[in-house]
Every structure is written in structure tokens, then in C-alpha cells.
């Protein structure tokens, strides 16, 4: 017999949009009456929101639902999210499930799961899943994230661009952008509850126009919000980054000196299969000019091992594009094969043992450019946003141009913007001093 209010557990795998929709979803279960626990603890009610733009993202899901299971053998499951939408045949196998809830209607979740008073195990999975992709009904509905002082902001969903290694164009459907109104007012929400940094997300965010208004007229509407100290803009594709965004960003006191500029590959051959828009020499000249115009720009990059048809030759270009453009880290990612996509069909697949190298050489080159990164920074005053404590008790926060700082202080820094005076380097932070 259930006493007390029911508890509700919410997990996300995947990405920055996947975690905000997971904590709007987390305020709606509470309005509802839930009671929400950390992810782990025994409940009544776990909610899973999935990814499924990997094998390994897959298994995890799996795995996940086989967890909670062990220790809350009753709990009501919920599952949503990309696989809900892609894999949901394969999820229908998986014992314990009771609600799949594709991407569309994700976000009415609440209304589908057994209310608390009426939260019981159910004997057999519902299924709201539509194998149908009716584009035009998926619901674009905003989600802020709140377990840190950073805070998602989703003002985008879905992706015209049919890379050919992805999964994401049928789990969320075609691009579509959020209301400025609406995005304010949740902007202006998460300030009110603390947050000092908005992340603006979505899957292809440079594609963002509502209304006449583009990313950057949104950015400046953003910017008047009173409290709010800093905008980071996402992971954003190469082509779709306006020459006056980074004018402004040279220029913005609150928009982030940090681009994440997925390359994928640094060979032509490949990017065509991969059916990106975009040369590595576009690539590079378009990096040069970001460099150029916004000084400490912060760049990140994706990466995409195992690519079919990527032989010795075509990885060397890779690492020499790597090597050679200024990044700060690479994300680095082994294909794998999505049912569904045009690259299942390619031919000349890399042996496992190969992508693993190949991954193992660029992580390393990704350590090796994030210190270098840092090691500029020692003797010079950064501007943190500090977090929390890590495992060794030293307060950690990110710059604007993303470099994760740690500070010994007995004070609690917590959502505290300092000057910090950066002496060196220690297991992988740079690490200083906060001046008075
Ligand atoms: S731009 Fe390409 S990789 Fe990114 S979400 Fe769209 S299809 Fe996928």
C-alpha cells in the first residue's frame, strides 16, 4: 500500500535538448502531485527520455529500464524520446515498459501516465507510439533546464538536412522554431529562478527564424533580460552561422565567446557521402573568419569516426584538419549504423578495431588542445560562473569561452560570477585564485 505522495524518477539519455525537455517534464509530474526523486532511488512512477543516435545509446536504454526495474520492481515505466520514436519495435520486446511515447507526443506524457491516486502497475504496455511521422504535428514545446546554473533553453527542433549517417531527422522530425514570445517569457522564467546562464538549444539552431526575427534578433531580445549574465549558444552547423552573429559576439558583454562547429570529417570525399553542406576549405576559411572577428573564441568540434569508405587516406585528412584548425576540444563520435539512413547502404564499412584507434589518436589530440587551450589562459584574469564542487573539493565553473576553471575556497561559490587569477594547470582544470 502506497503511502505518502508518489514519487517520480526522470532520466535522460542524450542530448542538451533531450535534458530540457526531461526538467519541464519533471515540473509538470510535480504540478501534478508527483513527488520527484533523484534518478536511482526507488519509485513509483521512472520516465526514461531516450536517444537513439547511437548502438551505444541504445543498450543504455536497455539497460536503464532493466535497473530501475531491480529496485523498484513496480514502478510504472514511461519511456520517450528518440528511440521511443525510431525503435519501437525493439522496445515493445523489452519486459517492464508500460507507456512508449514517441518524440510527438512527448510532452503530453503527464497526461498518460496513471494519475497518483491512481498509480498502479499495469500489466501491459499502452502505446502511443505512431510509426506514421505526421512532420507537422510534432509539438514544439519549450523546457528549461534547472538541476545546474546553467539552464537549457530550447528554441528549436528538428532538422531539414538529411546528413546521411542520422537518425535525428525521423526521431524529431522537420526543423521548426519556437515562438520569441513564448522563449522570452521561459527565459525569463529560469532567471527569475536563479539561473545566470541560458544555453540556447535545439538540433539545428542557426536555422532559427520566427516570424522574420533570426537567431541573432532573438540573442539581442535575450540579452535585456535583467539578471541575466551570460547566453551560450549550443552546437551550431557550420553553414548556418550568420557573419553579423559574430560581430556581435566580438562586440556582446553576455553572448559567449564559444562556437561548437560539428566538422564530422576532414575530407571532402566523406563529407559529400556524409551529405554535408560544406568543404573542409569552407570550413576553414569560415573558422578563419570566426578567429578573426571574435578574439578567445572558444571552438569545439564534432568528429565522426568510421564513416564508410574512410581508409588510411581519407583519416589522415581528418587528423590533419584537426591538427591544423584552432580547436580548443573535439567531441569525437564512432559511427554506427541506423536503421533507416542512407548510410546503412554504403559500402566499404571500417573494422571496429580501427575506429577504435582512430578515435583513441583524435581524443587524445582533443586532451592535448584543451591544455594547450588553458595553458594560454595561466597568468591572465578569466570571468567564472562557478557550479559546484568536484570529487576533489574544489569549486569548478566554465568561462564564456569555455574553459572549466577550479578554485580552493572555503566560501560557497555556487551561481557566483568571479575573477579569477589563473595560475596553472591540475587534472584537466585550469586552476587559480578568485581575486577579492
Ligand atoms: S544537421 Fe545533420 S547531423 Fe545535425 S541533426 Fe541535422 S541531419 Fe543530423
Excluded at 536504454?61 to 510504472?76: D, V
Excluded at 525493439?90 to 512508449?100: H, K, S
Aim: proline fraction near 5%; charge should be neutral; glycine fraction near 8%.
Amino acid at each position: 500500500m502506497m503511502t505518502g505522495r508518489p514519487r517520480a524518477s526522470l532520466h535522460t539519455l542524450g542530448c542538451r535538448l533531450n535534458q530540457a525537455e526531461t526538467a519541464l517534464l519533471a515540473d509538470r509530474l510535480q504540478q501534478d502531485g508527483y513527488q520527484i526523486v533523484d534518478y536511482g532511488r526507488p519509485t513509483d512512477l521512472l520516465v526514461l527520455n531516450t536517444c537513439s543516435v547511437t548502438d551505444e545509446a541504445e543498450r543504455m536504454c536497455r539497460y536503464e529500464i532493466r535497473r530501475t526495474l531491480r529496485h523498484s520492481p513496480q514502478a510504472f515505466v514511461a519511456v520517450t524520446g528518440c528511440y521511443a520514436q525510431t525503435g519501437v519495435e525493439a522496445l515493445q520486446q523489452v519486459p517492464g515498459i508500460d507507456l512508449i511515447v514517441g518524440n510527438r507526443h512527448k510532452m503530453s506524457l503527464p497526461a498518460h501516465v496513471p494519475s497518483p491516486s491512481a498509480l498502479r502497475k499495469r500489466p501491459a504496455p499502452s502505446l502511443l507510439h505512431t510509426k506514421t511521422l505526421d512532420r507537422d504535428d510534432f509539438v514544439l514545446d519549450g523546457a528549461g533546464d534547472c538541476d545546474s546554473k546553467r539552464a537549457n533553453l530550447k528554441i528549436q527542433d528538428g532538422c531539414n538536412f538529411m546528413c546521411s549517417f542520422c537518425l535525428i531527422p525521423f526521431a524529431r522530425g522537420h526543423e521548426r522554431s519556437r515562438r520569441i514570445d513564448d522563449t522570452i517569457r521561459e527565459a525569463e522564467a529560469l532567471v527569475a529562478r536563479g539561473h545566470r546562464e541560458l544555453v540556447l538549444t535545439g538540433v539545428n539552431i542557426g536555422r532559427y527564424t520566427q516570424g522574420g526575427s533570426s537567431l541573432l534578433d532573438l540573442i539581442q531580445r535575450l540579452e535585456h533580460i535583467a539578471g541575466l549574465e551570460r547566453i551560450r549558444i549550443s552546437s551550431i552547423e557550420p553553414t548556418t552561422v550568420p557573419d553579423d552573429l559574430l560581430e556581435y559576439m566580438a562586440a556582446s558583454t553576455k553572448l559567449c565567446r564559444h562556437l561548437h562547429l560539428p566538422l564530422q570529417s576532414g575530407d571532402d570525399g566523406i563529407l559529400r557521402a556524409m551529405n554535408r553542406r560544406y568543404t573542409v576549405r569552407d570550413y576553414a576559411v569560415f573558422v578563419e573568419q570566426a578567429m578573426r572577428t571574435v578574439p578567445g573564441l572558444g571552438l569545439g568540434t564534432d568528429v565522426l569516426v568510421g564513416f564508410p569508405g574512410e581508409g588510411d587516406a581519407q583519416f589522415a585528412n581528418t587528423l590533419t584538419a584537426a591538427t591544423d584548425l584552432p580547436f580548443s576540444y573535439l567531441h569525437v563520435f564512432s559511427y554506427s549504423k541506423r536503421p533507416g539512413t542512407a548510410a546503412v547502404r554504403m559500402a566499404d564499412a571500417v573494422p571496429p578495431a580501427t575506429v577504435k584507434a582512430r578515435s583513441r589518436t583524435l581524443a587524445e589530440l582533443s586532451r592535448a588542445r584543451r591544455m594547450a587551450f588553458y595553458q594560454r589562459y595561466v597568468g591572465s584574469t578569466v570571468d567564472v560562473l562557478f557550479e559546484t564542487k568536484d570529487d576533489a573539493g574544489r569549486w569548478t565553473g566554465l568561462t564564456g569561452n569555455y574553459m572549466r576553471v577550479g578554485v580552493t575556497s572555503g566560501n560557497d561559490l555556487a551561481n557566483s560570477l568571479r575573477r579569477v587569477a589563473i595560475e596553472g594547470i591540475m587534472d584537466g582544470l585550469a586552476v587559480g585564485e578568485v581575486l577579492p
